[in-house]
């Protein structure tokens, strides 16, 4: 297997297991809590999710070398503005598509629309677009770390649900019914996912 | 690069990437648009918002889109009543219906003072469950368990056990969404005009020794109410059912039944 | 004709005391007529019979009083002559009500004129047969009840490779299809013959557990030098070896398919009481009217098998074998695993009474629930390879589209689950309280339709 080839899943599985977005760097934490209670709305979240940040992952990094830095459009230095742009950048670009979906695809729609606004300013994808800037990603690269944290992502938020769904039926104490259970356990699966930390360097 | 500059710069760059998403959207949401009926959010505005199921649907957004799409008829929303009746006719230009507020009301009286059990029952504390082994363990068939599957299934908390065993539903606070009616495996809990205080607190299909046999304050089937209701209360085989379209005034039906199966409240 | 250890086994089951010593040794006996015989118009599967009638008339044994009421139904017998003196309703032994016909017998036990057997039922017509079969009311003896006349007929493009005979008898304490398989072997085989020749099947296994050694030796030496394609097959005594989902894999290693049926597969499982009563109808014209039914359990006098009359309430039979030695304190109607809990000794038995134990209070213990700990027992124990702790968490949280995703409907209420829970948790309670759940939701998709 060619260098760049191993590069690139070294970079997903990283994302994925040993710096998992949700559960090492607590990013995404709202939707992750919020939508975690059943198996078939997860699945539908977990869609919307890899489909926004991939995309937005790729849409950001142009906006950033392009616009933003001294040899952008502009000429100047811009990249202090980084957060706010980034922001104006993904919420439209979640809008565009939400709008596109409808039209194109209404099932899909049916189906995912309804997260599209939740996953908008989420710091998740944010911080991804960021990310992919301070660790001077290039285009391919930046546009395949989205699509791993965004896996990263799902596969928390699919194991969290699965548990929740389990503990929830257990009727737990009046007093941990709900999020607070559900603290617990997201808790309880970021320790055990600290379990990877030396998996990939 | 004095201040005023620098700040320029900035509002300009980000004025001007906001300037082109706007655009960006803008064009498509007027090349991109889908048409969708207004008035489907408008009346879901209207609706209670409580999304019991109680009309059919799926939630009251349900319900609208079944409103205004299929025409459906506007008194469904039992939680809603009149007010919420008049608001949808008003909005959607027809004319308003009657609807008189329901409650639901447990048709038995056979508390565990009344009718004891047969046989020890241990197993889950569910009606349906217990009703299951051997026609469950009260000594009347089509008496009220007391398991509680009614209270539990209650989106606003309206149905207490009471500690004689027995469900009763709390008027002032019950919606009127039809939940327990179809929960309750013996189909003990009936709809009825919250106005009516006169009732016939018994669902025992049972002829009137084997009723007595079992519960203190059953219908034996005797008839002696009908007499005197005026035709609002008829017989169904050996159990008399009071027919809550007619008007029922003559409280001599509570004092005069053998059976003290009648109630006023 | 050498008996040959089954081929297969299917996968769970338990290992209960069996307790069969009590019985198995008691050779059948005949109960007198007692004073007062109930027949429930529910007596088997499908929709109950409709009574023919009225209180005050005169009956004589085998005639008609209940009529079969559809696809799925049955005729139902006079077990006596005598006069009939109540039609009303009677709880069953599962404690549902349905219409009984009470006749007080006549102490002449005269049987109805016109009834006649098939001569040279061996040349005789499939139809003849079957419709022979209908006319006596019989139904499958083994407990649930189902009109053999149905079973017999499948449709046909469903082919019958397989007739299995079901000896199993799995259930702990019951020991009536043993006696009848020791005592009336010869008419067992008969039996057995006339169904071959009903179904035109490939071959015919009698299956007999392990446990019951002089049953198979009887077996053997009346299926001697036959020239239909026969075995013995010795199944691992274990329940539920006689669930007929179970059976068929034991012995022909063919698994039905979920919300299937035997014929699905070219099988037809029948029980040895049915199968003596199907030659009593063939051969004799005679419908059913009586069955071996085993009376046991710590706290009788004098455990046995007796014949009785359908419509024999529990205490008479109980009297007949000596009464109460001690404090009763469950009444079961069948067996341990799947019986019903009688609420008092007025039920009268039917034509799928089994067995009646009675356990006194040490046996009869009644546990406290806890909640579950995963422990896995009853994955491992359940042979129709369902996940009974998820079920039932499903179920305790009355989630039952969920449990219905998960195949509750394919649970045969065995108990085998139930028997090995350490936390001692009601779960084939559950079961059937998802069963229902899932059948009013099923019915009420079909209304709408």
């Known amino acids: ?201 | 690069m004095t201040l005023v500059t620098s700040i320029l710069m900035t509002s300009g760059a980000v004025a001007g990437v906001g300037l082109a998403c706007g655009i960006a959207l803008a064009m498509a949401a007027k090349y991109l648009a889908v048409k969708e009926d207004p008035r489907i959010g408008d009346v879901t505005e209207l609706l209670p918002g409580a999304n019991c199921g109680g009309c059919g649907y799926a939630g009251c957004a349900d319900y609208a889109k079944a409103v205004v799409i299929d025409d459906v008829s506007i008194n469904l929303c039992a939680p809603g009543a009149q007010s919420v009746i008049d608001d949808l006719a008003k909005y959607l230009g027809k004319a308003s219906e009657q609807a008189e507020k329901t409650v639901a009301k447990v048709m038995c009286g056979g508390n565990s003072d009344q009718a004891p059990r047969k046989f020890l029952y241990n197993g889950v504390a569910d009606c349906g469950a217990a009703h299951a082994v051997g026609g469950g363990d009260k000594s009347c068939r089509y008496g009220c368990l007391g398991y509680g599957s009614c209270s539990r299934i209650c989106p606003v908390s309206a149905i207490e056990i009471t500690d004689t065993n027995i469900a009763v539903v709390h008027p002032a606070l019950c919606i009127g969404c039809g939940a327990c009616v179809r929960t309750c495996p013996r189909a003990l809990i009936k709809m009825i005009p919250a106005s009516r205080s006169i009732h016939v607190m018994c669902s025992s299909k049972d002829k009137g020794p084997v009723v007595k046999k079992a519960c203190k304050v059953g219908c034996i089937g005797c008839t002696v109410c009908t007499k005197l209701a005026d035709g609002a209360i008829n017989m169904e085989g050996p159990l008399a059912i009071v027919d809550y379209s007619k008007d029922l005034d003559n409280e001599a039906v509570v004092e005069k039944c053998p059976g003290k199966c009648i109630v006023k409240e | 004709m050498k008996a040959l250890n089954a081929l297969f086994k299917f996968k769970g089951g338990v290992h209960p005391d069996y307790n069969k010593d009590l019985c198995r040794d008691q050779e059948i006996k005949t109960m007198p007529l007692p004073s007062v015989l109930k027949v429930s118009m529910s007596q088997h599967l499908g929709a109950p019979a409709t009574p023919l009638v009225k209180k005050g008339d005169e009956v004589l044994r085998g005639q008609l009083i209940g009529d079969s009421s559809g696809f799925i139904s049955a005729s139902v017998h006079a077990p006596t002559s005598g006069k009939v003196v109540a039609v009303e309703p009677a709880a069953t032994a599962t404690g549902a009500s349905c219409t009984a016909v009470s006749i007080e017998p006549d102490g002449e036990d005269k049987w109805i004129d016109g009834l006649k057997g098939i001569d040279n039922w061996e040349n005789a017509n499939k139809k003849d047969l079957v419709e022979a079969i209908a006319n006596a009311g019989i139904v499958g003896m083994g407990g649930a009840g189902f009109p053999t006349n149905v079973k017999l007929s499948p449709p046909p493009e469903k082919k019958i490779t397989t007739l299995i005979i079901n000896g199993a008898e799995c259930e702990p304490y019951l020991t009536a299809d043993h006696r009848l398989m020791l005592e009336q072997a010869q008419k067992v085989w008969d039996g057995c013959r006339i169904i071959m020749k009903i179904l035109e099947a490939e071959k015919i296994i009698v299956a007999i557990e392990d446990n019951k050694p002089e049953a198979i030796q009887a077996m053997e030496k009346v299926m001697e030098g036959t020239d239909l394609n026969a075995s013995i097959a010795i199944l691992a005594t274990e329940y539920p070896q006689g669930a007929e989902k179970q059976q068929i894999f034991s012995t022909i290693g063919k698994e039905v398919p979920s919300g299937g049926l035997p014929m699905d597969v070219g099988a037809v499982v029948e029980n040895v009481g049915t199968v003596t009563a199907i030659y009593d109808a063939i051969v004799k014209g005679l419908p059913l009217t009586e069955r071996v039914t085993t009376v046991t359990g710590g706290v009788i006098a004098e455990p046995g098998n007796v014949v009785n009359r359908i419509g024999t309430s529990f205490q008479d039979l109980i009297d007949f074998c000596g009464g109460f030695k001690s404090k009763a304190a469950k009444v079961i109607a069948g067996g341990p695993m799947m019986g019903f809990a009688q609420a008092n000794t007025a039920t009268t038995t039917t034509k799928t009474t089994s067995g009646i134990l009675c356990l006194g209070p040490e046996k009869a213990c009644s546990y406290e629930s806890m909640p579950c700990i995963s422990c896995g027992r009853c994955v491992s124990a359940c042979p129709m390879k369902l996940v009974p702790s998820e079920l039932s968490q499903y179920l305790e949280a009355e989630d039952y589209e969920g449990a219905e995703e998960i195949n509750v409907m394919d649970c045969i209420e065995c108990g085998c689950c139930a028997f090995e829970c350490p936390a001692k948790r009601p779960l084939v309670q559950h079961m059937r309280q998802g069963k229902a759940h899932v059948m009013i939701k099923r019915r009420a998709a079909q209304a709408k339709k």
């Open chain 1, 1 to 201: 297997m060619s260098q760049t080839v191993i590069e690139y899943l070294l970079l997903i599985l990283g994302a994925v297991l040993v710096n998992n977005f949700v559960l090492t760097r607590f990013l995404g934490i709202c939707p992750f809590l919020g939508v975690s209670k059943k198996i078939s709305t997860a699945l539908g979240m977990c869609g919307a999710v890899i489909f926004v940040m991939t995309l937005a992952s790729a849409v950001t990094w142009p906006v950033y070398y392009y616009v933003l830095h001294q040899d952008g459009v502009f000429g100047k230095d811009l990249t202090y503005l980084i957060t706010i742009v980034f922001i104006l950048v993904i919420a439209s670009f979640v809008q565009l598509v939400d709008i596109a979906m409808k039209k194109f695809s209404p099932k899909l729609h049916g189906a995912l629309g309804i997260f599209l606004p939740l996953i908008t300013t989420n710091c998740a994808v944010l911080g991804v677009s960021v990310l992919n800037i301070q660790l001077k990603y290039g285009f391919l690269k930046s546009t395949v770390f989205g699509f791993a944290a965004s896996l990263g992502f799902s596969v928390a938020l699919l194991i969290f649900t699965g548990l929740r769904e389990k503990i929830d039926r257990a009727n737990p104490p009046r007093a941990f019914q709900g999020v607070a259970i559900a603290l617990v356990t997201a808790g309880l699966l970021s320790l055990a996912f600290m379990g990877f930390a030396s998996l990939v360097k």
